[in-house]
């Protein structure tokens, strides 16, 4: 059984219409229960989720990665869906999964593509399908069996950013990670609110302070003073 995961915070009209659509296309077989964890939001995220379905729990430590965490203990699935509240999977998404661990696969993700019909974004998003770490984004959601997620004790909540790149380089060493060929759609909106080009360097500039071994909070500082419309 699979348990989804959404880490949210202030996503109203998003996250209502997220979940309106996965319990649309959810094969009930397979897909136990939809978890919204919501990190303090301060608009109608929460009433929006309930609403529309979904299990709430708030998470007492502010990050994603805690929220994914909080997610995890109480999630009743031996699968665990990460997925980001403005992505949409395919629809079959639940029964991908399920003939991914059939074919052994412990984890994995899908490729990406992004809601906005620019050149550079459809460039960008096409390295995805190339199973190298560095060509990871949350974005692409994640599965991942429980044990494998037990056994790497989730994810790190040291992390600011980059806990999706920090969790699936050490899920690497217990199990195989597929990357499903079809795509998860997600929203281009920190691109159109600063420049295509622009929020692509910044997130370069980011992903080599990260490999250089910066701090998360100097990271996370320049970020948010570089981005509009940060949500971190």
Partial sequence: MISVIIPAYNEEGVIGKTIQYLRSVADAQ???EIIV???????NTVNESEQAGALVRRSLKKGRAAQMNEGARCAKGSILYFLHADSIPPKTFAIDIAEALKRHFAMGCYRLRFDVD?????????????DLNAFRYGDQSLFVTRECFDRVGGFSETHIVFEDYDIIKRLRRHGKFAILKKEV????????????????????????????GYSQDKMLTLFRKLVRQDKL
Wanted: aromatic letters at 22%; hydrophobic letters at 50%; proline letters at 0%.
């Fill in 118 to 130: 620019h050149w550079f974004l459809k460039a960008n998003a096409w390295f995805t399908r190339f």
């Fill in 185 to 212: 759609v997600t929203s281009a909106r920190k691109y159109v609110a600063n420049g295509v080009f622009k929020m692509q360097g910044i997130f370069y500039l980011m992903y080599m302070m990260y490999r250089l």
């Fill in 37 to 43: 964890v919501d990190g303090g939001s301060t608009d």
């Fill in 30 to 32: 397979l897909v136990t």
